[in-house]
């Protein structure tokens, strides 16, 4: 398995090149009789699509998906969902000239320590084109949660460069190209990311997902915990470096006894864990954060070799996004659903039978028992 | 799968339980013709055992490990590789009174909303003790990698509670039971964690581990990045909430004409991404940090609910580690070290015949060029 | 992956060796909540076991299996089963003289091209005592498949050397060690097993399972078919070179007009297809049938090369079987279920709330309809 | 994992309805640097192509492959390679008077069970057309093993209905739409095929494939037998019912004393097992045999039931293949280079700088020595 391939049961196989003619992915294992169409999932492509504000990649792609296979009279028999987009603005001799010089922190140089050759336009396989396609089965994957489950995934940038955005509400989020959740803080950013493509540079980003409505019981208790697989997920996304669940790297200070979620029978009394025991759901919102680097593409020269080895500058031109994180959250949003489907179905296989003899308890307590920092989604420190 | 076993061509299948009779693993693929015998996998478990300082849970546990297959005359065959601990020091009676009553924060009440049961001795199966086989397997690996391919897999404490602790030297991690790696902080962290446990609290924890002498070209390029599958890996343990590479959350305020790793001939000039560039290893330090959360069985009574779902409080007793990073160490190389293996050998498998036309470089450039925050194995800011 | 591990959901990891301290496996994903214990097991062990009758091989092995973890308070907990039996009579002495001498048809010579070394005491891995741990695994799978299912799974010799047996009923089958369907052939076949080992020389067999009860709509439509499958799980067990479903080779020379299962409200009015169409089970009996190679491990001398490949002569003696088919019923019987409960769970997995709008027919129709080729539960001709 | 995506190493993920708009499937893991273009796949999917002849279905599909992703500048980069082939015949209305009748002895009833729910048209996705898309994968595979390892792969017709056919020669088979390897049968086969189709009945066949050339060492010693392996890739081409290796269900009846392959430094003295001991590759041919059934689609009226369960009579017209086994020995082919393939790459993982002590030997030994049924690839009783 050369690693294209995600999930146990709901899987999703990826294939394509940025500068190819096409990219796709095949979903197979997609329980039959979902009501679906290509209008189910175009608008979270829609969401990630470059050129939506002149601070993404001004490429024009339509990433007009269609479904191949699995599909019939409207929903799926049950069979593989082949979703296939065609490239169609690709302008390769933008990339003629770093053909034979390797991008610094990109992936050329390790592909070539690995396979001996790569396709250079575009970046080819590595390409945050690659994306769409996990967006794409994504989509199938969120509406599967979503009218099956009642399960709801979401996000929206936490932090991009040095400004951290604290979360208002779900539909600023969707008010504006940056995934926003904060609307008084547009405008900021707005001149921030202008001033960072004068300097020709770019910066970094964080992005937090929230899954609410998730039944308890999910996930695996040792490797495939599911906090295991949305970090394989998460970290499995172009340029991510880091991946927190419930307060992350904020429990290295904290302690027991302000960490535990305790529990009443009306509720859990916090979410420090973020909806994880044991990796296994609590049945609370299951929150996600993660650290996006910033692109290496920039107009900035850098030192760098070519492909004999020897020194070489490089001024990355092209098109290319100054923050990459920005068109981040439909590609987190859709690996956290990935997971989530995908454990939700191997956990009927195995126990689909299971009466708990404890009933579930609420996602929250009785009213003033919840920590206030758990009023937003994630807290601030992630 | 239900997730109890770990890689794709070099696999390890935990079982047991705290209290059960045993536990063990087996390892499948491992190469044939590598000198393999207990001596070297005792040494690991023995730095991860309980009852190695007072600061550690004080079970005594002898956690002799015995090979039952897959070596013959002192070499590995290639067949699976069966190892077994077996379970001496099982107090069950210090479970009788929380049999029917949930610690919160712990797997206790997930598990019953997936299984319908537990076994509720010592945690049974989401018991720490099962890292032990991890630990057990990951000293295979970490012999493997050090034997064919010159690379060291190891680990330290980055941080106890709110105590950052810096990098010195290997050689003082070995010499104290908390993984320092500076001994002039040995004291003070001994008499946090005295005090910590006079409160009856818990703490969190971070440890770094640090694979060096990688050969560049390992990983894959989509959702089986090497970095995905280190996050899956690194958060499959116990108790950790956070994972990170390289720089992991640092990146997200930094700039992208600072944040590349620049190249020449001699060498990479930095190594902010933590030795992994598109999924694929670079040759450089592979450098991972990993946050774990302060137990929550703590002896200051918490709020929780009992297997009817009754309102109930809870003080846990028993024999717990105050904090389990103190142990984690061994477990984290251990997993990085599965990671590596797997992704050598899946390497292997597809491109074992490929020679690059391109020169690896060194890990490390000319002199006065590396960035001193790379002096340490990882930035301080993880 | 070398092969070791068995199944996508209900998973079995094999491991030992013929002469090691133990051999055992582990059985990942069973469903929690079954009533479990040794005695579950050890029955199905001792169907198979040597030294049952003067025709096997006089090995004494207890073949006594201990569950060391995943059961608690008598059921299973829905983590992984854990199952050890300890070797006991090891005559290692046995093999010396055929170390460094590759016996003919045996796995000897292809393991050494493969690992480039082997175990050689009682053939080490590839040592028919392999497969006890897949009879134990395999008895929990076909207790599953009765309580929950009501499907039984069972097997008898159909055919030893030139003998072919008639079916006439189960209660016979368990009524001697030969598992021979027919009461009045048993006399005649002890007289030519007898002749054989006095020959030194071994025959070949055929094996014939039926899973009966076995739901309408389990297995997969393309690859993992259901009866391929079936093919992978019975052509993996030693000395097994052809496998069939329903009428197998017969199907040659048939006509379709002949051959389609026609169905009626009341049932099926035949089952040439052996209860698998498309991939995926019908709800009729499920027909396999094996035939199992004659050992080469006999007192002929024959010619071979050692270990430098220099030419040589061998005359096996030790301890075996002049028919390896005669144990071959348990081990058929195991593959069968193991390959049943897997595809079950994957099922429920995905298809878990399915509910065909078409009843389910019975497995046969109307008396009269049912061709008389069917009365047996496998036709002569396999 | 819904059964659509074959082998471990080089991973087939296969999609599409035989009336849908196309399709195709994605080849991961396929080693960087082969040379390989559309022009490498065609011939393959030529030789099965509808309408190569009156006797198979007179669809007329273009078959025409495109190469969407993996391979830059005329060699695979180590990326996914994804096939698409465009379905441009879908005579739909020749199935519109059976969507609502269950085709005896075909997928329909089975899937409705299963799903719930079918894509009716042309039996959609258990339709034969779905082979088209392994001919599609396994030309690379075939490609791969001849340029690297030598290793040929072909296939033949050994028996049509009741017409049994001897190998003559390689050349033959291709120079005729039966792949028959008897050029003094052709006209006979003939005869019997148009009087088959005006009975308006069917027959099925036997395909064998010889993969010669195959070096030693290659599989699995327990679950994944290179046989095992090889039977469940078969086993799992539509209308397949009987796999068999080297002498199949000849052994049953043979003495262990004239089926052993005995061994020289010369070479091996004969060739029973098939090439392969053990589960693994011995260097000698691999022996391959299959049974196809008759197709159930037949003009010969059939009793059956509707989608509510009540008594019908059914007569397909439409277009059908009267022996599905015609266009088979391409399908063979490719599934067994398929399994060849991944067993090579999984064994270059673990064991790919394994030097054995002794040397191979050659597949076949002396002259003389060589029994005679050997001089024909497969023996007449296969």
Chains 1, 2, 3, 4 share one sequence.
Request: charged residues 25%.
């Amino acid at each position: 398995m050369s690693g294209n391939t995600f999930g146990k049961l709901f899987c999703v196989t990826s294939f394509g090149e940025s500068h190819g003619p096409a990219i796709g992915c095949v979903v197979d294992g997609c329980p039959p009789g979902l009501i679906l169409s290509e209008a189910d999932i175009q608008p979270d492509l829609d969401r990630r699509k470059p050129g939506t504000s002149r601070h993404v990649t001004q490429r024009k792609e339509a990433d007009q998906v269609r479904i191949l296979s699995g599909v019939y009279e409207g929903a799926t028999t049950g069979t593989p969902i082949a979703l296939l987009i065609e490239n169609t603005d690709q302008r390769s001799y933008d990339y003629d000239k770093i053909k034979d010089v390797f991008r610094p922190n990109h992936a050329d140089y390790a592909y070539i320590q690995k396979y001996g050759r790569r396709d250079p336009r575009g970046g080819g396989r590595s390409s945050a084109r690659e994306t769409a396609v996990r967006v794409a089965a994504g989509a199938i994957a969120k509406k599967f949660l979503r009218e099956r489950l009642g399960t709801l995934v979401r996000g929206y940038s936490a932090q991009i460069g040095p400004l951290v955005l604290d979360f208002m509400d779900w539909d600023t989020v969707e008010m504006n190209s940056f995934f926003c959740p904060d609307p008084s803080r547009i405008e900021e950013l707005d001149a921030y990311l202008t001033q960072l493509r004068r300097d020709g540079d770019s910066c970094g980003a964080r992005v937090n997902v929230v899954a609410s409505g998730m039944p308890a019981g999910i996930g695996e208790p040792v490797f495939d915990r599911l906090d295991a697989d949305l970090a394989h997920a998460l970290m499995g996304i172009n340029a991510v470096k880091g991946v927190e669940i419930g307060e992350g790297f904020g429990v290295i200070a904290r302690r027991g006894s302000t960490h535990r979620d305790e529990m009443r029978p009306t509720g859990f009394l916090s979410n420090h864990s973020g909806g994880v025991a044991g990796g296994i759901s609590t049945g609370q919102d299951i929150l996600c954060s993660i650290a996006l680097k910033p692109t290496s593409s920039i107009t900035i020269p850098g030192k760098t070799i070519d492909a004999e080895g020897q020194a070489a500058d490089i001024r990355t031109t092209g098109r290319h996004d100054p923050c990459v994180g920005l068109r981040a959250t439909p590609i987190a949003e859709a690996m956290v659903a990935l997971v989530l489907i995908d454990h939700w179905l191997r956990n009927r296989g195995q126990c689909g039978d299971v009466k708990p003899g404890t009933p579930a308890i609420a996602a929250e307590g009785v009213a003033g028992e919840v920590p206030s920092e758990m009023s937003a989604p994630l807290p601030d420190d992630g």
